[in-house]
C-alpha cells in the first residue's frame, strides 16, 4: 500500500481564509460567530451564525460565480489555495493522475431556496436551467475537476456532518490502492439560509444565545445549549509520499488510519456511550496499526449540544482509559460548526497542529461540566509536539468518521 501525505490546505473559514489566516485565528482563539448578514433573520428565534468574509470575485469570475451555489464557490476557492500552498502548479496536476473527493452534506440550499421561490410565485417553468447543476451536492467535486482538468478518480461522500473527514479518508484509499497520485479532498457547506437555520431551530439544536454570539459556541461546558451554524470549505491536497518527497514538498502530516462506523441508533441523537464514535476511533487506530496511548491530540467533533459533548467524552474514555485521555479541543467553538464542511477543516487545524506544534483552543471554555472532566485545552492554544492526532466527526443519521495524521 502506498503512502499518503497532506502538502497543500485550503481552509475557507469564519476567522479565516487562506492556511497563514486560519492557523493565527487559532492561535488567537479568534471569534467567527456573530449576526447573520446574508438574509434577514428577524422573524428567526436564532439570528447568529459563523459567516465567512471573503470577496468570491477575487477568485472567480463575475459570471462563473452567478452559476454557481456558495458551497461550490466555496470549494474551488479553497481548492485554489489549497493548490498554491501545496507548491504544485495546475500543469503538474492536470490529468489522470489526480483525483477529486469533495463532498457537502446538503449541497445548495440557498439556490434551493430561491428557486422555489420562483416556482411558487410564477411557474416551474422559469426557474433557472442551472437549478439543477447548482443545487446537486457532487458539483464540489465536479467543478474543481473541471477548473483543473482533473481526469482520476472522483466522488463525493455525504454523511452529513462527517463529510469532510469521509472525503479524506475516501482519498486516502484511493492514492493508497495506487488509483491516483493526487487527490483534492474535504468538504465544503453553505447552511446560512432562512430554511438552513430556520431548520435546525424548530428542532432545537441551534445555541439561542442571541444576545452574545461570540460566547454561544461553548463546547464541552455546563452551560452549552446548542450548536451554532458555520459556513466554509476545507479543502486538503493529498499526494503519494513518494512524489511528494521527490519534488522537496512541504509536508505537513502523513495519514496513516481512517475508520468509520454507524450508530444505527437514531436519526439525531448519538448512541448512549458513544459506542459508534468509539467503533470509527477504534477502527482508525487498527488501520493505522497504532494504539490509543500513540495519539498526543484530539480535534474533537466538540459541538456544544448537551448530547454530543458528553457521548463523544465518554468515548474517549472508553478508547483512552480514564485519566489518559489525550488534550482534546473543538474548533467549532470558533468557527461553528461547518456541517459537511467540519471534517474539512477540521483536518486542515489537526495537521497544522502536528506541523507548527501548537495545539488549538477550545474557545469560551468558561464553566466546565463536571461530568466532562478531559483536557479540552481551556481558551489558549498550547505549544506541543505531537508525533500523531486524531480527528473525528459524528453526524445525523448516526454517520461516524475518524482520520489519524502522523508526523513524518
Not at 283 to 305: C, Q, V
Amino acid at each position: 500500500m502506498k503512502r499518503v501525505v497532506v502538502t497543500g490546505v485550503g481552509p475557507v473559514t469564519p476567522i479565516g481564509v487562506g492556511a497563514a489566516n486560519f492557523l493565527a485565528a487559532q492561535h488567537e482563539a479568534r471569534n467567527g460567530i456573530r449576526p447573520i448578514t446574508l438574509f434577514d433573520a428577524s422573524d428567526l428565534s436564532v439570528r447568529f451564525a459563523g459567516e465567512v468574509d471573503v470577496d468570491v470575485h477575487q477568485y472567480l469570475e463575475t459570471k462563473e460565480a452567478k452559476r454557481l451555489d456558495r458551497f461550490v464557490q466555496f470549494a474551488l476557492i479553497g481548492a485554489d489555495l489549497a493548490l498554491a500552498d501545496s507548491g504544485l502548479t495546475a500543469e503538474e496536476v492536470a490529468g489522470d493522475l489526480t483525483g477529486t473527493c469533495i463532498g457537502s452534506g446538503i449541497g445548495g440550499l440557498d439556490t434551493w431556496e430561491a428557486q422555489s421561490k420562483i416556482r411558487f410565485e410564477r411557474t416551474a417553468m422559469r426557474i433557472s436551467p442551472f437549478f439543477i447543476p447548482m443545487l446537486i451536492a457532487n458539483m464540489a467535486s465536479g467543478h474543481v475537476a473541471m477548473r483543473y482538468h482533473l481526469t482520476g478518480p472522483s466522488s463525493s461522500v455525504v454523511t452529513a456532518c462527517a463529510t469532510g473527514t469521509g472525503n479524506i479518508g475516501d482519498a486516502y484509499r484511493m492514492i493508497q490502492r495506487g488509483e491516483a497520485e493526487v487527490v483534492f479532498a474535504g468538504g465544503t457547506e453553505a447552511p446560512i439560509t432562512p430554511m438552513g437555520i430556520g431548520g435546525f431551530a424548530v428542532m432545537k439544536a441551534l445555541s439561542t444565545r442571541n444576545d452574545s454570539p461570540e460566547t454561544a459556541s461553548r463546547p464541552f461546558t455546563a452551560s452549552r445549549d446548542g450548536f451554532v451554524a458555520g459556513e466554509g470549505a476545507g479543502i486538503l491536497v493529498l499526494e503519494e509520499y513518494e512524489r511528494a518527497v521527490k519534488r522537496g514538498a512541504r509536508i505537513y502530516a502523513e495519514i496513516v488510519g481512517y475508520g468509520t462506523s454507524a450508530d444505527a441508533h437514531h436519526i439525531t441523537a448519538p448512541a448512549p456511550g458513544g459506542t459508534g464514535a468509539i467503533a470509527a476511533i477504534t477502527r482508525a487506530l487498527r488501520d493505522a496499526k497504532m494504539n490509543p496511548e500513540d495519539i498526543g491530540y484530539i480535534n474533537a467533533h466538540g459541538t456544544s449540544t448537551p448530547a454530543n459533548d458528553l457521548n463523544e467524552t465518554l468515548a474517549f474514555k472508553a478508547v483512552w482509559g480514564a485519566g489518559k485521555v489525550p488534550p482534546a479541543s473543538s474548533t467549532k467553538s470558533m468557527t461553528g460548526h461547518t456541517l459537511g464542511a467540519a471534517g474539512g477543516i477540521e483536518g486542515v487545524a489537526t495537521v497544522q497542529a502536528i506541523h507548527h506544534g501548537v495545539l488549538p483552543p477550545t474557545r469560551n471554555y468558561m464553566d466546565p461540566d463536571p461530568e466532562l472532566d478531559l483536557d479540552y485545552i481551556p481558551n489558549v492554544a498550547r505549544e506541543a509536539v505531537v508525533n500523531a492526532a486524531i480527528s473525528t466527526n459524528f453526524a445525523f443519521g448516526g454517520q461516524n468518521a475518524a482520520v489519524i495524521f502522523k508526523r513524518v
